[in-house]
């Protein structure tokens, strides 16, 4: 019934299906993703969101920004501790660096408000990574001031003698970067039934698959936006 509706009066397909309540009357309503399929590709345009009342049978569409990807699918949680589901939208992007599309809404009383926003969040949390003397990479997350260093002489002597002298000294200058958000989980970490954020944003050497690691951010609701609560960087191990 609800794919003809939405074939019929939209001309799209539904990508992505979950039940819950999201306006806060307690009866279950139904949420999906359509989109515009490609004919011998996974991609995917025009996705959008929709919520059909499940008291009423109103629906509600609302556009995304970034609107094509692949594997886009739903998750609802109660990220803002207010007892509703909020809804976590995820879209792969499909490019080189693994970057995702992740959009979250409330929609008490039926009215879409945006709380989460990768384009906001990849523009809060930035980094410099630097190459230093003695095998080691600086990284500096700007957002909080806090500084890692990451040991990378266990990468390999063709990949070291690139990058350093006999004596373990830079032969120049080299900078990494951060890639922009490629994961972002919802974990209750308080159990106490709300949702933080586990955000995952690479960490890249001299190109994008020289890879140094992860930042991992945890982000939590606080008031009215989300907010850095804990951050670490994971790094890739080795052989022993």
Avoid: C
């Amino acid at each position: 019934m609800y794919n003809y509706y939405f074939r019929a009066n939209i001309g799209s397909n539904i990508v992505a299906y979950v039940r819950g309540d999201v306006n806060g009357d307690r009866i279950p309503d139904n949420i999906y993703l359509v989109g515009v399929k490609s004919p011998s590709s996974p991609f995917i345009q025009n996705i959008t969101l929709l919520v059909l009342d499940g008291r009423t049978g109103r629906v509600v569409s609302v556009p995304l920004n970034e609107n094509a990807g692949y594997n886009p699918r739903l998750f609802l949680g109660d990220f803002t501790g207010d007892g509703i589901n909020d809804i976590l939208i995820s879209i792969d992007s499909g490019g080189s660096g693994a970057i995702m599309y992740h959009y979250i809404y409330s929609f008490t009383n039926n009215t879409p408000q945006l709380i989460f926003n990768f384009n906001s969040y990849n523009a809060e949390y930035n980094y410099d990574v630097i190459y230093k003397d003695n095998y080691k990479v600086e990284v500096t997350s700007k957002a909080n001031n806090i500084k890692y260093i990451i040991d990378i002489s266990l990468k390999g002597e063709d990949y070291l003698k690139e990058i350093y002298d006999e004596n373990g000294k830079l032969k120049r200058p080299i900078s990494g970067f951060v890639n922009p958000l490629s994961g972002l989980y919802p974990v209750d970490f308080d159990s106490n039934g709300v949702y933080e954020l586990l955000a995952y944003q690479k960490i890249a050497g001299r190109y994008n698959a020289d890879s140094l690691g992860y930042i991992l951010n945890t982000l939590k609701w606080k008031g009215n936006r989300f907010v850095l609560d804990n951050q670490n960087v994971a790094i890739w191990g080795s052989q022993g």
